[in-house]
């Protein structure tokens, strides 16, 4: 049963794709024609036309009589010396100019719509990372684009972009194998760090062994990522708190409870004021990347590039 649906499947979507090319098709050939005709109309001559165009009078010739044959109707009269509108050509030119200029109006317009931002964009973030980092550089974006709605959703639970409508999702670390598109905004690193005075009453580790006898602050996993020998692996770690903010936990490395490893975004500034002390630096992971996700669509809407744009430049890996 399960193969015969996916037979199915496959035959609906091929049909698809066929309907969509016949009636691209159909579109194109039933305007195939008119620009030359009109140039000719316009310039009273073939080689002006082509010239106008920038095609080969064989090519403005073919197509307006593809043109008149498809109508049925004699457009033009030709001579040796000139060509002549008929009173049928004259009335359609009339007519289908008409058309020309709202088509090149439609795709003038479609064409400034690509290239500025606006709309609605729906994105998630996780909650920390979004609120100091991309909410920012999104607010940002907003007060340059002011045609551009944002719906932002915070959230530590990983949404399903496809069934939750969004546009844009913030994924940080490695990325499970998806349909789904990926761009690399930043990187991060995992840093173990801890306070000078717990080193000085505990003694600094220089081992991933010595780890077992330290007090570790453990986050939402007990394991940490570590680089041993080139490769990373995860070790168990062990201590008296646990607590799944990471703030929480930097304020208590800071007062000397334990060693730490967090995500070198959360201890930057105690690290460069020297509140917190970086050890078993040869182990630490690989940097892993913070990624821009969206929707396996064939072109990315205007609003949803422009403001990747923003968050690469932003986020600066």
């Known amino acids: 049963m399960g193969d015969e649906l996916i037979v199915f499947v496959s035959q609906i979507m091929i049909i698809s794709i066929l309907l969509k090319h016949f009636y691209s098709m159909v579109i194109m050939a039933r305007w195939d024609g008119i620009d030359e005709f009109i ?4 310039e009273g001559s073939f080689t002006a036309a082509a010239k106008m165009l ?30 002549v509108l008929t009173k049928e050509g004259e009335v359609y030119l009339h007519q289908i100019k008409h058309l020309q200029h709202a088509m090149d109006e439609a795709t003038q317009g479609l064409a400034q719509q690509q290239s500025t931002p606006k709309g609605k964009i729906k994105l998630t973030a996780p909650v ?38 969004f546009d844009l999702a913030i994924r940080l670390g490695h990325l499970k194998d998806s349909s789904l598109k990926a761009r690399r905004l930043s990187a991060r690193r995992f840093i173990m760090c ?24 453990i986050g939402n996993s007990s394991y940490w990522r570590v680089n041993e020998n080139g490769r990373d692996k995860h070790i168990k770690i062990a201590g008296r708190l646990q607590c799944n903010s990471g703030w929480a936990l930097v304020d208590g490395a800071k007062k000397g409870l334990g060693i730490v490893q967090l995500p070198d975004y959360y201890i930057e500034n105690e690290i460069n004021s020297g509140q917190l002390v970086p050890i078993l630096t040869p182990y630490q992971p690989q940097q892993e990347g913070v990624w821009g996700v969206y929707p396996p669509r064939q072109f990315v809407a205007t609003n949803v590039r422009v403001l990747l ?6 986020l600066k890996t």
């Open 54 to 83: 920038g095609l080969s009078v064989a090519h403005i010739s073919r197509h307006v009589t593809a043109l008149e044959q498809r109508l049925n109707t004699q457009l033009l009269t030709r001579t040796t010396r000139k060509v």
């Open 39 to 42: 140039a000719v109309g316009e």
């Open 128 to 165: 920390m990372y979004g609120e100091s980092f991309i909410m920012p550089i999104v607010h940002n974006f907003m007060k340059d684009h002011p045609e551009v709605e944002v719906v932002a959703t915070l959230s530590n639970e990983q949404e399903n972009l496809l069934e939750g409508g």
């Open 194 to 217: 801890a306070a000078p005075q717990y080193l000085t009453r505990f003694g600094e580790p220089h081992t991933l062994g010595e780890l077992n006898s330290h007090e570790c602050l």
């Open 309 to 314: 744009d923003y968050l690469v430049k932003g």
